[in-house]
Structures are given as structure tokens and as C-alpha cells.
């Protein structure tokens, strides 16, 4: 095979990856500080690409100058959700907090088909879709714009994030929340506050990387739970469930490996990566590469 | 058998309800009833599968449409490419379901392992088989497979008419109730509620906890694999987008968490309650009753896992206690029937 | 020399940095009862949870009757006949006191339901809790829950039990029925060690006593010798009082 066509394939692999590090950032975080695994994540990201679609048919509005009210927006509903829902069912059974989170994202994939219907569609920004091309290996790779951006923002985002969790006050909250809640309770640390702005910033976050990415792909109501949730679930259990370092480089290395499989395997091969990704861990790394929580 | 007993009570009150499916069934002129009826005693019978491992146990299977999945490709396959018979499949189902579990339960359950990585690990699993099936040439990609059926053939399981497909679904799902019946009164029912409320100590008095969740992986992946052949050959039509979706795989857990997942009746009742309801806001609202009925599962979930976390059994059982504590107040209960 | 019942060679256990247990040696014989005291965080009931493969030591070794069993799965070390109670008691909350030791005498399922029942309804009315068989036992009282904690080990018929302060918490009068339990229990033929923070009690039932400091077995042999001990003294009471 030509190397410049192997270049190409690995470097979308790349720019998809950090669009999968964004969303299992989100997953991380959630799961870290409130030992909740979050099924409802992905149409978070759903819904962030039907907001960007209104904000731009409707307003005219490019989806990534309207990301951060889209952020904000959903960290809104996001925390919403876990006041009304989560926060009662924390001491039951995880079998119930499951379930909650299961129901919250079937509601949410019938409101979206309610709301904007079961038909693909896109946000049509010219421009997007046009290509940097790069001569390299004697030949052309070309990256979308779309992708391009996507990439750039959501590996900042996700730097930014992490630089808070070290830096804020509210960063060292979750971060103590999630290492011991009784304690971090007992130290004078509002816990169910912590637990309100982190499954907030969660929900924000996968619906931030939804409104990137808008442009990008056709979206539907099931978008997110088909392409975004098995891969956000192997990503968090490679870096360590609650590990945030280990999403972000969890979903580079998904990103690229998913590329390697679908060159070798054929496209549709592709999901099979991530189940023997989740497989190879479960055997060998039951534990993830990295120890700890959000670290 | 005594009505005394909450156990005893529950499988007489199952096997009542059964039988008036049937009965409405047989003597209704409709099709649509019919199939109705079919459909919710294969949800039914899978939840009621599930709360062996779900319930029971426990045990956080929340993918369980992947056996239903592969059960309904194992008759699909068999039946149009060989002309195996269904009532074979039915157990070829079962089998091979059940090993799906067994290798799910062996990568999982090592000790130690967290109970999270076993969640994701069978919903993720799911879409995978789908991914699999929509690729896969032989089993008819994401065309999936016809199954044709032109006379009556009972060796076949072929059927012109659907109502004998009723009684065989209704049949499928007597079985699973009475084989949940037996688990709760067996050794097993037992080594599952200890697992269940709490592992540690369980493990301290000898049980093994990864063989007995094991166990209960395996009985309700195969049974809900036996209740996938039945699908496919009472369906006629299978594809991979159909019997691998997670909507379906919720809607299938809602009834078994809706009617309370630690009893026997409880995954009957619920399921019984929702499909007829799935079915009347699509006779009233046409197509765009897929989208509203998946807001009302949705926020039915949600509200029964915080209001009623044990279902609506729970007030069956406080009901019956107190009936029976009443008129029979000397009477001391069977022991496992008070395994909750 | 007949083969112990029990024996820890050099068994360390290591959290972190931490040396919770450092390099353990001791053999207990048949029928004997042992207790081992130390000051809190000595590495006690690490001791036990290393015995009964709740932890695997990093080093060493520990043999009952004369077969390793570092490294196998709890319910394995249950059935070859070690049962051990927990410091904070492990009840099966939803279920009757009888079913709760139902379980313990299903022995992983190797008896029969109906056997089991059986021996279960024996043993609850060995340990006193009889009256209140059939009761939640999650409704029980501190006495009762540690009565259930012990009924449901020796139900799945040890050779040996681990008792893990079963007596903390109780009043006077209770401590000298569980020692009369424990007795009893030893007059079954099941050798018995106990981890105790009650002198009382200590002296009362062992035949030789164990000292943990800091995770080193730093004494043992019989109890009043021991205790006598300068060292254990120093870092057993010495501490005591300093707390107090």
C-alpha cells in the first residue's frame, strides 16, 4: 500500500481521536467522582449536534462559535438530570443508577425524534468540507476542515479541563470526591454539589464535541449511542475508569487503532478494534494502563 | 403447594395469567390481538429470563438482547440453510446463547473485577454481534434473513395461522416462569441471594461467587436464546438492526424493573402491562408513536427505578403477607419462600 | 510431630508501603484455642484475611493441614475448613436468621437443600438465637448479630474458626455467654483462634496467646507469661494507657 494513503488513514484516525477523548473525558469524570457509569452520554453528544443544527438553520450561527452556549446549555440540563434523577438514587442498588441513566437516554432519543425526527442530517457549512492538503510521501493527504478544527478545539477543551481539575477550586472538590467522598464530605467539601457541577461539565462536554463535529457527520437520534458509546466505554476502561489523563490518550489511541483496523480488516471491521481493545484489557489490564483517579 | 406461600402463590397467579392470554387469544377473531399477545409473552418470558441473572442475582447483564440476538440467527440460520427443525433450534438456542454466556461470565467475572466493566462490557457486546451480523455475507448482511412458510407443517413449527404460535410463545413463557419458580426454592436460589446481598460474606461460607453468577449468566442467556429461535420462526423476518437493538433490550428490562426483578410474577406483570400500551399509543398516533413511546419508557424507567425500586410485585407481596397473615396466622412460611 | 492444623510461614503483607503483617510465623495444633492481641492497625485481621484468601501475602507461605492454600479463592478455604467471622459483622440483611445460615451449611452447595435446613435450625439453636430464627436479620441487636456472625461460620462444619472480635460491643453479662459459646464450640472439636480486644475474655479462653506489633508477632506462648512480657507491656499497654 502507498504510504501517503497509510499517512492519510492514520492521521483521521488521529484528529478522530480526539474527538473520542472529549466524549469519554466527559464519561471519565462522571464515572470517577460518582462511581456512575453514565449510558446516557452519548446522545448528550446528540443532542449537542441537533442544538448546533437549530443554532445554524435557524440563526444562521456557525456551530463552533455557538459550542460554548451549547456547553453550557447541556451542562445546565445535564446537572438538571442528575439533581432530579441521580442525586435520589444514589444510595440504592448501581443496578438502579444504571437503569436510571438507561431511561434518561431512551427519553432523550425520543424527544430528539419528537423534536427534529428520525432522518439523517447535517450541518451544511460550505467551507467545512474543503481540505488542507499536505504533500508528504510523494503524495497528497487531504484533512477536512471540519476534522481539522474538531481535533484542535477538542484537544484544548480537554487540556483546559484538565489544567481545572489540577487548578480550581471545584477541580480539587471532584478530585478529592473521587479519590474518598466521605472524607473529602468530612474536610468541609460539598459533595452533592460536586456532584451536580461534574455530571453537568460531563453532559457538557459530550455535547460540546457534538456540535464540533456537527458539520462533520449526519446525525440522527441514535447517532451517538451507535458510533460514540461502545467506543466512550472502551476508552474509559483502557485509561483507567475515572482516569482523565487516561481517557484523553485513551481515545488517541482508539482513534488510530480503529484507522490501523479498518486498513487492515476493511471498514467494516472497524467496531471488531474496539471489542478486542475491551477484550485485551479485560484479560491482560483489567485494571486499565493507568492507576488511580483523575490524576 | 400452598397459596399460604409467596412462592407457591406467585407461579398459581403466573400460570393464571398465562392462561388467560390464551384463552383471549385463542377465542379472539383478531390478528392483531393475536400477535399482540405473542409479542408480549416473548418480552415477557425474556425479562423473566433475565431476572435469573438480573434479579435474582444481582447481576448487572443489562445487554441481554445479545442471546436474544443470536438465538434468533441460530433458527434463522439452521431453518432456511438446512432445514433444521425449530423445535430443534429451540435447544440449539439455548445452547449456543448459553455458551455466549459463559464466555462473557469468563472474561468478566475474574475476582476483583468491577461489576461496572461487566455492565458495559454486554451492552458493548451487543452492538458488536450486530456489527458482525450486518457484515456477514452468509447470514444475508443487512438484508437478514425470510423465513417462507406456505402449509401447515407441525414437525417445521409452520404455521398458516398465527394462534399456534400464541400458544407456543405462551408455552415458552410458562416454562421460564416455572424454571425461575424452581431456582428460587432450590440450593441455587439461595447461593444467588447471598451473592446478591453480599459477596464477600458469601464467599466466606464456602460459596463461590463467580461460579454461581456464572450459573445464573448461563441459564438466562440460554433461555432468552431459546425465546430468539422462537422469535425468528414466529416473526418470519429477522435482521440485525432489529434483534441486536438496545431499544428493544431496555423496553425488555423496563418490564422485568416495572414489575419488580426479585420475584417470580414480576416480569410478567410488567411486561404484560407495557406492550398492550406500546401498542395502543400506535393505534392511536401512527408513526410518530415510535419516538413518543420511547420518551414514555424512558421517563417509566426512570421513575420506576426511583419510586418503586422493587416493582410493583412489592405491593403484591405486602398484600399477600397480610392476607395470608390474617386467615392463617399459626402457619409458618415454606423458608425460601421468604428469600426476597 | 503430626502435621499442624494450621501454619503461617514468614507471611507478609505489604499495602502500598505499608507492612501490615511482616514476615508471620505461628502453627496451631488441633483443638486448641489461640487469641491474638495487639494494639489497633497491628495487623490482626489482615492475619485472618490473609488465612482465609481474602488477601494474598506477597511472601510466605501458609499451610492447613499441611497443603498450601496462599492464593485460593476464599470459598475454596471456606470448604477445606476454615470459617472466619468478620470485625464488622457481614449479615445477609433481607433474609431470616435461619436462611442466613442456611447458607453457611449449604457448604457452596455441595449438601442438599433439605439437609442443610436441617443443620441449620441445629446450629441456630446452639449459638441461643433460636427464638428469634425466623426474624430479618437485619432487625437483630448487637449480641444477636454476633451470635448470627458465628452460627453461620460453623455451619459450614469448620475444622477451624476465625473469630474476629466477636465480642466487642457486648455487655458483661453477654461476654461471659459467648465465652461459654466459644467453649462449647472448642468441645465440638473445632480448634478456634481469636482475635480480641477484651482481656477478659483473652485470658479466660486461651491456651496460648499471640502478640501483633506493628504487624511483627513480637510474643507468644502462654498467656500470663506473655503478658508479663516487657516488650508486649511496653507495646501492647503502654499504648492502651496513652489512649486512655
Known amino acids: 500500500m502507498e504510504l501517503d494513503l497509510i499517512a492519510q488513514i492514520l492521521l483521521l484516525g488521529l484528529l478522530q481521536g480526539g474527538v473520542y477523548a472529549l466524549v469519554a473525558c466527559g464519561l471519565t469524570l462522571i464515572y470517577g467522582v460518582m462511581k456512575i457509569v453514565n449510558f446516557a452520554h452519548a446522545e448528550f453528544l446528540t443532542l449537542g449536534m441537533y442544538l448546533a443544527l437549530v443554532a445554524f438553520e435557524q440563526f444562521g450561527l456557525n456551530p463552533y462559535v455557538v459550542a460554548p452556549v451549547i456547553f453550557g446549555l447541556v451542562c445546565v440540563l445535564g446537572a438538571a438530570f442528575q439533581h432530579i434523577t441521580i442525586r435520589p438514587a444514589l444510595k440504592h442498588p448501581q443496578i438502579n443508577q444504571m437503569l436510571i441513566t438507561i431511561g434518561i437516554s431512551t427519553l432523550l432519543v425520543g424527544l430528539i425524534q419528537l423534536v427534529w425526527g428520525p432522518n439523517n442530517q447535517v450541518v451544511r457549512l460550505p467551507w467545512a468540507r474543503n481540505t488542507l492538503d499536505i504533500e508528504m510521501f510523494g503524495g497528497e493527504i487531504s484533512l477536512s476542515y471540519a476534522r481539522l478544527i474538531a481535533f484542535g478545539v477538542a484537544i484544548a477543551i480537554a487540556a483546559v479541563a484538565w489544567w481545572a481539575l489540577r487548578h480550581t477550586r471545584m477541580g480539587m472538590g471532584m478530585r478529592a470526591a473521587s479519590q474518598n467522598p466521605f472524607a473529602a464530605q468530612l474536610m468541609g467539601i460539598d459533595v452533592s454539589r460536586i456532584n451536580l457541577v461534574t455530571f453537568g461539565v460531563g453532559a457538557g462536554l459530550a455535547a460540546l464535541a457534538g456540535a464540533l463535529i456537527s458539520p462533520a457527520f449526519f446525525m440522527n437520534p441514535t447517532f451517538g449511542k451507535e458510533y460514540f458509546l461502545l467506543t466512550a466505554f472502551v476508552i474509559v476502561v483502557l485509561g483507567t475508569m475515572g482516569n482523565f489523563a487516561g481517557a484523553l490518550i485513551g481515545g488517541l489511541v482508539i482513534g488510530i487503532a480503529e484507522a490501523i483496523g479498518g486498513l487492515l480488516l476493511g471498514p467494516a471491521m472497524r467496531p471488531m478494534v474496539s471489542l478486542s481493545v475491551f477484550v485485551i484489557v479485560l484479560l491482560f489490564l483489567p485494571r486499565g494502563i493507568f492507576k488511580g483517579r483523575l490524576t | ?340 | 510431630m503430626s502435621t499442624p492444623l494450621l501454619e503461617l510461614r514468614e507471611v507478609t503483607k505489604r499495602f502500598r508501603g505499608l507492612v501490615a503483617v511482616d514476615h508471620v510465623s505461628f502453627t496451631v495444633g488441633a483443638g486448641e484455642i489461640i487469641g491474638i492481641i495487639g494494639p489497633n492497625g497491628s495487623g490482626k485481621t489482615t492475619t485472618f484475611s490473609c488465612v482465609s484468601g481474602f488477601l494474598v501475602p506477597e511472601e510466605g507461605d501458609i499451610l492447613f493441614e499441611g497443603t498450601s492454600i496462599r492464593g485460593h479463592r476464599p470459598s475454596d478455604i471456606a470448604l477445606r475448613g476454615v470459617a472466619r467471622t468478620f470485625q464488622v459483622v457481614q449479615p445477609f440483611e433481607d433474609l431470616s436468621v435461619v436462611e442466613n445460615v442456611v447458607i453457611g451449611a449449604l457448604r457452596g452447595g455441595s449438601v442438599d437443600l433439605g439437609e442443610a435446613r436441617d443443620y441449620a435450625r441445629e446450629v441456630t439453636e446452639f449459638v441461643g438465637l433460636g427464638p428469634v430464627a425466623e426474624q430479618l436479620a437485619g432487625s437483630l441487636t448487637i449480641p444477636g448479630r454476633k451470635r448470627l456472625e458465628i452460627a453461620k461460620a460453623l455451619a459450614t462444619r469448620p475444622k477451624l474458626l476465625l473469630l474476629d472480635e466477636v465480642m466487642a460491643g457486648l455487655r458483661p453479662s453477654e461476654v461471659d455467654l459467648a465465652i461459654g459459646l466459644v467453649r462449647a464450640i472448642r468441645d465440638k472439636g473445632i480448634t478456634v483462634v481469636l482475635v480480641e480486644h477484651l482481656m477478659r475474655a483473652v485470658m479466660a479462653l486461651s491456651e496460648r496467646l499471640l502478640v501483633l506489633d506493628h504487624g511483627a508477632l513480637i510474643a507468644q506462648g502462654d498467656p500470663r507469661t506473655v503478658i508479663a512480657d516487657e516488650a508486649v507491656v511496653e507495646a501492647y499497654f503502654g499504648k492502651a494507657h496513652a489512649h486512655a
Open chain 2, 1 to 340: 403447594m400452598k397459596l399460604s406461600n409467596w412462592l407457591d402463590w406467585q407461579l398459581v397467579a403466573g400460570c393464571i395469567v398465562i392462561l388467560v392470554a390464551a384463552g383471549i387469544g385463542v377465542s379472539s377473531p383478531s390478528e392483531y390481538v393475536v400477535q399482540v399477545i405473542t409479542l408480549g409473552a416473548l418480552y415477557a418470558a425474556v425479562a423473566t429470563a433475565w431476572s435469573i441473572a438480573g434479579g435474582m442475582g444481582g447481576l448487572l447483564l443489562l445487554g441481554i438482547i445479545s442471546f436474544f440476538g443470536v438465538g434468533a440467527y441460530v433458527n434463522g440460520i439452521l431453518f432456511t440453510k438446512y432445514g433444521i427443525s425449530p423445535w430443534i433450534n429451540l435447544m440449539l438456542g439455548f445452547l449456543v446463547a448459553a455458551a455466549l454466556g459463559r464466555l462473557i461470565a469468563a472474561l468478566t467475572l475474574r475476582f476483583g473485577l468491577s461489576e461496572d466493566y461487566f455492565a458495559m462490557f454486554t451492552v458493548g457486546i451487543s452492538q458488536v454481534l450486530k456489527h458482525l451480523l450486518l457484515n456477514w455475507e452468509y447470514a444475508g448482511q443487512a438484508t437478514g434473513i425470510y423465513i417462507t412458510i406456505i402449509q401447515d407443517d407441525f414437525w417445521m413449527m409452520s404455521f398458516v395461522s398465527r394462534k399456534p404460535y400464541l400458544l407456543i410463545g405462551l408455552a415458552l413463557l410458562l416454562g421460564i416462569v416455572v424454571i425461575t419458580y424452581l431456582i428460587q426454592r432450590s440450593e441455587l436460589g439461595y447461593r444467588l441471594a447471598a451473592v446478591r446481598l453480599n459477596n464477600q460474606a458469601a464467599e466466606a461460607l464456602g460459596i463461590d461467587s463467580v461460579r454461581t453468577k456464572t450459573h445464573a449468566i448461563v441459564l438466562s442467556a440460554g433461555l432468552s436464546g431459546m425465546v430468539g429461535a422462537f422469535y425468528s420462526q414466529f416473526s418470519t423476518f429477522i435482521d440485525p438492526a432489529q434483534v441486536f437493538s438496545l431499544a428493544t433490550n431496555f423496553e425488555m428490562l423496563l418490564g422485568a424493573v416495572l414489575g419488580g426483578r426479585l420475584t417470580i410474577i414480576g416480569p410478567l406483570l410488567g411486561s404484560a402491562a407495557l406492550k398492550p400500551i406500546q401498542d395502543v399509543m400506535r393505534g392511536l398516533m401512527g408513526g410518530g408513536a415510535d419516538a413518543l413511546y420511547l420518551v414514555f419508557y424512558g421517563g417509566l424507567l426512570v421513575a420506576s427505578c426511583l419510586l418503586l425500586p422493587k416493582g410493583i410485585a412489592q405491593y403484591i407481596q405486602n398484600w399477600h403477607k397480610r392476607h395470608y397473615a390474617k386467615s392463617a396466622p399459626a402457619e409458618k412460611q415454606a423458608l425460601a419462600g421468604e428469600i426476597k
